[in-house]
Every structure is written in structure tokens, then in C-alpha cells.
């Protein structure tokens, strides 16, 4: 692939992406712009920012890899990555908006008044950051050296000073900005290439992936060897996704620049349709790579098919044009989905107790930038390479496994208490984020260890559950004292004038 | 000045229906800011309205979605090819995506009008 068209996409996205956090900078005055664009984003624009926010690297360029050397089963991960945001709206979008919390720290310590409790969830947040924020580096550090041949750790390093800039200069205003133009440019940058891809294909005669020698079992999904096997592993699946995307911190930040909680749900609403229209591309990507990429699989190198097809089957200089275009896409990607994360894992860095009183809200949010990128970053450089959609999918376990049963139990349920909270966060943290570590020494190979440990959700998320409502039970008599207002402050529509126990 | 006044013990005698609390119909927004029994009705009926909405949408999307895998052991839906690929991949690659905007739509919808209901059972005069 030719360098300069690809470098120059770089570049573009690059500077485009400062160039509007600045523009953003110029609104940016007070904290709460700071943190949450003062809740006045409206819901095209929220959910424009959450789609582009939310569609990472994995969404961008794993999810085609995946589908190119597992075939069928592997659609689920765009399926589950769209159903968890309708899980959201049910349970957590207009309470969560109504909470009044800037951060999932927030909302633990208002809803069960525990500093303990929140110090867990801070833990948590920063943990499912970085599971998140590494594979993002990964990929940014792959792909230029796949479209430039610069050294791996140059992408990886860009993109994080990028957002560190980024986060500093303008904070959530100029993120809102960014993302939503991010979600356009990743749409547009699949989208075109596809079109001519598909012509491409239709004047070579439509060869099906069955023709290129796709064997059963990548062509219909449960055709494994073990049924059982394949069962677990895609109920599993959709355990983790339906259910992790509420607890994502970059996901659950952007729910409080809503204006109230019915908005919360019509961007939620929105952001299910551009998600379902964005997850037909990738497929598309994957399906085709099959026919004419299926050599990438004994490289290992899948998460790069999308960049490698228009060189493949179109080539000369519209080839390297539509590569550029990709590779923008791509970038814009890492881009926003790493300005989310690093937003949300500064926000809860500078509200610990240094942060707060040595540096003030705003240069605390900007030293917790700078301490949040850091430690992934190293983590991305000095760790192998693992295919991006899987690691991501690790974030989404563990995500699943402790805040979603705060957020659910929390939010419905008052008998919900402090020690239940910690107890379940903690069994649930623990069992998924363990299993994650034992998969990432151990090697993978085809048993049933295996598939316990690296698709842990479909037990660890009941256990996270089950603790955090025996113990709540057995600690009954230190109930907050404030649940009823609670109760009035997460369910009842703003425009009723009752006392929601929200200060000034 | 030692002695008591019996002219300052004086105390003033008032008919009671001028001093007593006009009856007044409480509001519910009173009753749920002073947390009443009554209050406690009214806001357990709205959370619960609520849940019980997120639990069907739940259950919806359990059976609708959820049940595909089965379908798929089951069923052998993979003979038949859809263009170039076979049917499941249409299912799970294009299919599910409106399925699942329709019920969110419709959770939207219903969430609303229970909020309503509540808003005017709060405001009836």
C-alpha cells in the first residue's frame, strides 16, 4: 500500500481531531463544562457522540478479523455490542441521567453512601479503562506500521499523546465535538470503500466465501465439533455484551450530558439505530475478506483485512486512495474511543482524594490524563499483541460482572446496601478480571478451561449477582437511611417539582 | 416592682375557630416530599410500572434473540443460501438490527406513558 496517501489520512484525521477539541476549548470555562458539556447536548448530537465514542478499534477493525478466521459465531460480537445498549435503555439509561452523577463512582457513593463503596468502583473503572484503552494502543501501533512501516510503538504513541491533548485542552465540550465527528468519518470510511468492493466483486463474477473454500463450520454458526462448547461460548457471549456495555465508564459519562432523563432515553433509542447501521459494514468486510483475504488467517494478522482489501482487489492509485480513506476511519477509531476512556479514567483519577485537594477539579482532571494513558501505554507496549476484538471482549466480562449488578440491583432495588455493593463488585471483579489474567498467562487452547476462563461472563456475572443480594440481606439494618428519596430522585420525571435531595 | 401584677397574667381568650388549621386536601407531591405511607404508594407504583416494563422488554429480547442459537442447533436453516451466504448469517448480520430498534421504540414509547400517568396522578388538582 502506498505510504503517502495513508500518512497523509493520518495526518488529516490527526490534526482535524485537535483542531476541534480546541474549537471546543473556546466554550470550555467551568467545571461542569469541564466534565459533562453542562447537559445541554441534544440527542442527535449525544448520540452521534456516543456511536463514535463506543465504535472502537474492535468495532472498526476486529470484528472483520474475527469473522475471517471464525466465520458465523462470530457475528454475535456485533449483535450483543448493539443489544447491550437496548438492555441499557430498559434498566439504566433515564434513572442513571436522573442520578445526577457525573461518574459511576458518583452514582455508587449517592446511591448507597459509602465511601468504601466508591473507592471500589473507582478501582473498577480505572481497570476496565485500561483492559480497554491497551488494545486500542495495540491497534493504532499496528495499523501504522501495517500502512507506513513506521515502527509499531509510533502509532501507539501518537494516538495517546493525541488524546492526552486532547483531554486537556478542552475536556468533555470538545469531546462531544469530536466524537460525534468521528462516528460520520468511521461510517463514511467503511462505507465508501464497500461500494466499490462489492462492484469489484460483482465484476469478478460474485464468488461466495463457499466457493473460495469456506469450510461448514465458518459458514453456519453452532456447526463446532462440541455443540456444548459452541453453546457456552456464544451464551457467554451474549452474556458479556448484553450486559457489559451499561457498565462501561466511557459509555455510562456520556448518559449525564443529557439534558434530562427522557432524552437519556431517546439518545439511547438513536444510538441503537446508528449502531445497527454502522455493524452491517464490518460483517460485510469479514464476509468478503473470507474470499479474497483467507491467506491473512495463517498470518495471525487478521485485524488488519479491512486496510489489506481495496489493495487486493481494486489496487492502483483508487486502491491507495480507499486504503488512505480506511485508514482514516481506523484512526478516527482509536482516536475517540481512547478520548472516552482516557475522559472517563481522568474524571475518576482527579476526584480521588490528591487530585481533589492538592490540584482543584479542572488541573486535576488534567494530571489525571496524563497518570490514565501512561500505564496503558507501557501495558500496550511491552505486552504481545492479542486480536483486538478478544481483548475488548475481556473489558466487557468484567464490566458485566460488577457494574452491572450495581447499577441494575441499585437502581430497582432498595434493599440494595453498601457492604452488598463492595461484596458483589469485588466477587464479581475478581472472578471475571482473575479469569482474564489466567487466559493471558495460560495461552489459549480448545478445552473447557479454556472457554470458562476467557469467556468468563456467562458465571461470573451470576456470581457477582448472587453476592451482592445475599449480602445486602444479611446487612439490612444498614440500609442507607435516604433510599425512599432515592427511589423519588431516579424514577420521577424532572418536570415534577418534588424534593429530590440534590443540593442547590 | 416585687410583686406579681395579676394585671400582666392576663392572657387573651380567643375563640378556637379562628386560630385552627383551615382543612386543606394535602397534595401527593407534599405527601412524597414528607415520605407518608402514601407517598411511598405512589412512588413504589411508578418504580415498579417501570420494572415491570424493563423485565418484558428483557424477556422479549431473552426469547427473540437469545433463542437463536438453539434455532440454529436445531433447525437447519444453514441449507438454505441466501444469495452468497446461508441464512443464519442474513439472520444475525441484517435481521436482528431492526428487531432490536422496534422494541426499543416501543420501551421508549411505553416508559413515556407511564411517566405521564404518574406526572398526572401527582398534579391532579
Known amino acids: 500500500m502506498s505510504s503517502t496517501y495513508a500518512a497523509v489520512a493520518v495526518a488529516v484525521v490527526a490534526l482535524a481531531t485537535l483542531g476541534i477539541g480546541l474549537f471546543g476549548l473556546r466554550f470550555s470555562r467551568t467545571t461542569s463544562d469541564f466534565y459533562v458539556a453542562s447537559r445541554s447536548v441534544s440527542p442527535l448530537w449525544n448520540s452521534s457522540a456516543i456511536g463514535g465514542e463506543y465504535l472502537s478499534a474492535a468495532s472498526y477493525l476486529g470484528i472483520a478479523g474475527l469473522i475471517l478466521t471464525y466465520g458465523a459465531d462470530m457475528v454475535w460480537f456485533p449483535v450483543g455490542w448493539t443489544a447491550g445498549y437496548l438492555v441499557l435503555l430498559a434498566f439504566v439509561a433515564a434513572p442513571l441521567r436522573r442520578s445526577g452523577a457525573y461518574t459511576l463512582p458518583d452514582f455508587t457513593q449517592m446511591r448507597v453512601q459509602s465511601t468504601t463503596a466508591r473507592a471500589v468502583a473507582s478501582m473498577l473503572v480505572v481497570v476496565i479503562g485500561w483492559l480497554y484503552l491497551m488494545p486500542q494502543f495495540q491497534g493504532a501501533g499496528l495499523v501504522l506500521h501495517t500502512v507506513t512501516g513506521a515502527p509499531t510503538w509510533v502509532g501507539s504513541v501518537m494516538v495517546a499523546v493525541i488524546v492526552v491533548v486532547n483531554v486537556i485542552s478542552g475536556g468533555m465540550r470538545s469531546i462531544t465535538f469530536v466524537q460525534a465527528f468521528q462516528y460520520w468519518l468511521k461510517l463514511t470510511a467503511l462505507l465508501v470503500p464497500l461500494v466499490f468492493l462489492l462492484h469489484a466483486w460483482t465484476d469478478d463474477g460474485r464468488p461466495t466465501p463457499a466457493d473460495a473454500g469456506a469450510s461448514a463450520a465458518w459458514l453456519s454458526p453452532m456447526a463446532a465439533d462440541a455443540p456444548g462448547l459452541a453453546l457456552y461460548a456464544t451464551y457467554s457471549l451474549i452474556v458479556a455484551t448484553f450486559l457489559g456495555t451499561m457498565g462501561l465508564p466511557h459509555v455510562v459519562v456520556r448518559f449525564y450530558t443529557n439534558p434530562d432523563?427522557?432524552?437519556?432515553?431517546?439518545?439511547?433509542?438513536?444510538?441503537?439505530?446508528?449502531?445497527?447501521?454502522?455493524?452491517?459494514?464490518?460483517?460485510?468486510?469479514?464476509?468478503?475478506?473470507?474470499?479474497?483475504?483467507?491467506?491473512?488467517?495463517?498470518?495471525?494478522?487478521?485485524?488488519?483485512?479491512?486496510?489489506?482489501?481495496?489493495?487486493?482487489?481494486?489496487?492502483?492509485?483508487?486502491?491507495?486512495?480507499?486504503?488512505?480513506?480506511?485508514?482514516?476511519?481506523?484512526?478516527?477509531?482509536?482516536?475517540?474511543?481512547?478520548?472516552?476512556?482516557?475522559?472517563?479514567?481522568?474524571?475518576?483519577?482527579?476526584?480521588?482524594?490528591?487530585?481533589?485537594?492538592?490540584?482543584?477539579?479542572?488541573?486535576?482532571?488534567?494530571?489525571?490524563?496524563?497518570?490514565?494513558?501512561?500505564?496503558?501505554?507501557?501495558?500496550?507496549?511491552?505486552?504481545?499483541?492479542?486480536?483486538?476484538?478478544?481483548?475488548?471482549?475481556?473489558?466487557?466480562?468484567?464490566?458485566?460482572?460488577?457494574?452491572?449488578?450495581?447499577?441494575?440491583?441499585?437502581?430497582?432495588?432498595?434493599?440494595?446496601?453498601?457492604?452488598?455493593?463492595?461484596?458483589?463488585?469485588?466477587?464479581?471483579?475478581?472472578?471475571?478480571?482473575g479469569a482474564v489474567v489466567a487466559t493471558i498467562v495460560r495461552g489459549s487452547d480448545d478445552g473447557w478451561l479454556d472457554l470458562l476462563l476467557s469467556r468468563p461472563a456467562a458465571w461470573s456475572v451470576p456470581i457477582a449477582f448472587a453476592t451482592m443480594v445475599a449480602v445486602s440481606l444479611a446487612t439490612q439494618n444498614r440500609r442507607p437511611s435516604n433510599v425512599a428519596r432515592t427511589m423519588v430522585r431516579l424514577h420521577t420525571p424532572e418536570r415534577l417539582l418534588l424534593d429530590r435531595a440534590d443540593g442547590p | 416592682m416585687t410583686g406579681t401584677d395579676p394585671?400582666?397574667?392576663?392572657?387573651?381568650?380567643?375563640?378556637?375557630?379562628?386560630?385552627?388549621?383551615?382543612?386543606?386536601?394535602?397534595?401527593?407531591?407534599?405527601?412524597?416530599?414528607?415520605?407518608?405511607?402514601?407517598?411511598?404508594?405512589?412512588?413504589?407504583?411508578?418504580?415498579?410500572?417501570?420494572?415491570?416494563?424493563?423485565?418484558?422488554?428483557?424477556?422479549?429480547?431473552?426469547?427473540?434473540?437469545?433463542?437463536?442459537?438453539?434455532?440454529?442447533?436445531?433447525?437447519?436453516?444453514?441449507?438454505?443460501?441466501?444469495?452468497?451466504?446461508?441464512l443464519p448469517w442474513w439472520v444475525l448480520g441484517v435481521g436482528v438490527y431492526p428487531v432490536l430498534f422496534l422494541i426499543g421504540w416501543a420501551f421508549v414509547v411505553a416508559s413515556e406513558r407511564n411517566e405521564r400517568a404518574f406526572s398526572d396522578l401527582v398534579e391532579r388538582p
Do not use: K
Open chain 1, 261 to 433: 432523563g427522557r432524552a437519556a432515553r431517546r439518545t439511547t433509542l438513536l444510538v441503537l439505530a446508528l449502531l445497527g447501521v454502522f455493524y452491517l459494514l464490518p460483517t460485510a468486510y469479514g464476509v468478503i475478506g473470507r474470499v479474497y483475504a483467507a491467506d491473512l488467517v495463517a498470518t495471525g494478522n487478521t485485524d488488519i483485512v479491512v486496510l489489506e482489501l481495496p489493495m487486493r482487489m481494486i489496487g492502483g492509485s483508487l486502491g491507495d486512495l480507499l486504503g488512505a480513506l480506511l485508514t482514516a476511519g481506523a484512526f478516527a477509531a482509536f482516536l475517540s474511543t481512547s478520548s472516552g476512556l482516557t475522559m472517563s479514567v481522568a474524571g475518576v483519577l482527579a476526584q480521588g482524594s490528591v487530585g481533589r485537594r492538592v490540584l482543584g477539579p479542572v488541573a486535576g482532571l488534567r494530571a489525571g490524563a496524563v497518570v490514565g494513558t501512561v500505564f496503558p501505554l507501557v501495558l500496550a507496549l511491552a505486552s504481545d499483541q492479542i486480536a483486538v476484538a478478544s481483548s475488548v471482549g475481556f473489558a466487557f466480562a468484567v464490566a458485566a460482572s460488577t457494574f452491572c449488578p450495581l447499577l441494575v440491583l441499585g437502581i430497582w432495588w432498595r434493599r440494595l446496601t453498601a457492604a452488598g455493593a463492595v461484596a458483589g463488585m469485588l466477587a464479581g471483579g475478581i472472578g471475571a478480571g
Open chain 2, 7 to 86: 394585671a400582666v397574667d392576663r392572657v387573651r381568650i380567643t375563640s378556637p375557630h379562628t386560630t385552627a388549621r383551615p382543612r386543606r386536601r394535602r397534595t401527593v407531591v407534599q405527601e412524597i416530599d414528607e415520605e407518608t405511607a402514601i407517598g411511598e404508594v405512589y412512588v413504589r407504583s411508578l418504580v415498579r410500572s417501570q420494572l415491570r416494563l424493563a423485565l418484558v422488554v428483557a424477556a422479549v429480547v431473552a426469547a427473540a434473540i437469545g433463542g437463536l442459537p438453539i434455532l440454529f442447533m436445531v433447525a437447519d436453516l444453514e441449507a438454505v443460501q441466501v444469495g452468497p451466504l446461508p
